[in-house]
């Protein structure tokens, strides 16, 4: 199994970011070539025990979806504990379930959210280096920083308190993938422990979003674990055209009259072409005035009205007080009626099958 770094080694890391730029060094080191015949491709390593189930586009909606997640939890909490919440997304891997549990602190608020949409649980990890820091804000303290919180689990009272904070963010992640599903998420079960909750086998892989949380000088991790088993039939809707991150509404009447008041009043531009044919140049150049051009358009076809470049109505032309004038005929066939014309034709002819009864 990988090593995986504790909650204390993460923030160590955090912190080590904040006092000094980080130095670049990148996963791979490319060794320079044996000679001039010979030169070193790069290498992908790939582990055969965690397989890459959810694909590099559905990781970028992962990402999107949970951006959004991130603004409208750390609003809602700030506005619950009246102070700066910031929540920040800086992770979105996918890796197995086993790995995601070892990697956790013992004790913590591990919660449990089901819906019925969904084909299992979701899990949402909040640790106690900022969970004891909001529920202390919540029962009046939290004027003097400290680094120090109790290894003990949530006592019941402040189990209560915590439940407001997992009500915002089951709300900021329902408002999240509502272009997704309805997910209408609930808490069915809260440990402390997260080795005595197996959800998934280990070896299952999981997509595992992490926020930071930051109060003051404080801050913590959140963790969101999501089973790839259990969003098994929404993977399909993770597309760039449905998890867009601003919501799509119905307009109302007052947004329709004002677009078709705006649309009503728009200009086009409206052509008349009388007939098309080809001809030489030296024909158009000994053309005089009472010359006679024939073309192949019958003279009861009428004309074609285009409308912005588009044939859209055959009309007669003529005169009406003293003005040239148009009288429309009827509207041109577009290509989607043209083709949904043959289709509802090859559906009556299917449905005008005889069918044939098979003998018992």
């Given amino acids: 199994m990988a090593d995986v770094l504790s909650q204390g080694e993460v923030e160590s890391l955090l912190a080590a970011l904040d006092a000094a730029p980080a130095e670049s060094s990148g996963g791979y080191t490319s060794q320079p070539a044996r000679n001039n015949n010979e030169s070193l491709g790069q290498i992908s390593v ?9 694909s590099k586009e559905q990781m970028r909606a992962f990402q999107a979806l949970h951006e959004g997640f991130s603004r409208e939890f750390g609003a809602a909490v ?20 086993g790995e995601f549990v070892f990697s956790l602190e013992n004790p913590t608020c591990f919660n449990l959210l089901y819906s019925d949409k969904l084909n299992g649980h979701i899990i949402l990890d909040l640790n106690p280096s900022i969970i004891y820091p909001i529920v202390d804000r919540l029962l009046g ?47 069915s079960q809260i440990e402390s422990n997260p080795q005595l909750v197996q959800i998934v086998p280990p070896n299952e892989v999981i997509v595992l979003i992490s926020f930071e949380i930051t109060m003051g000088d404080l801050r913590g991790i959140m963790n969101l674990c999501i089973p790839f088993n259990t969003i098994e039939p929404l993977v399909g809707k993770l597309s760039s055209d449905t ?30 072409v009388l007939a098309e044919t080809t001809m030489s140049t030296s024909d ?18 009428g004309i074609t009205l285009h409308i912005e470049g588009y044939p859209t109505f055959s009309a007669d032309i003529g005169q009406l007080k003293g003005h040239k004038a148009l009288q429309i005929r009827e509207p041109l066939l577009q290509v989607r009626d043209i083709i949904k014309k043959h289709m509802d034709a090859k559906a009556g002819t299917e449905n005008q099958k005889p069918k044939v009864a098979s003998k018992p």
């Fill in 46 to 54: 790939y582990d055969f025990k965690r397989p890459e189930r959810v």
């Fill in 78 to 97: 700030s506005g619950m504990l009246r102070s700066i919440i910031e929540v920040k997304l800086i992770s979105v891997d996918q890796l197995t379930y």
């Fill in 141 to 187: 303290g939290g004027k003097s920083a400290t680094q120090s919180f109790p290894s003990r689990p949530l006592t019941e009272i402040e189990l209560k308190l915590v439940s407001r904070i997992t009500k915002s963010a089951i709300a900021a992640l329902e408002n999240s993938w509502k272009n997704i599903s309805e997910l209408n998420l609930r808490v």
């Fill in 243 to 272: 998890w867009s991150a601003y919501a799509k509404h119905e307009l109302t009447p007052e947004e329709k009259a004002q677009l078709e008041v705006g649309i009503g009043s728009a200009e086009v531009q409206t052509v008349a």
């Fill in 284 to 301: 158009l150049l000994h053309l005089n005035v009472g010359d006679v051009i024939l073309t192949e358009r019958d003279v009861s076809q």
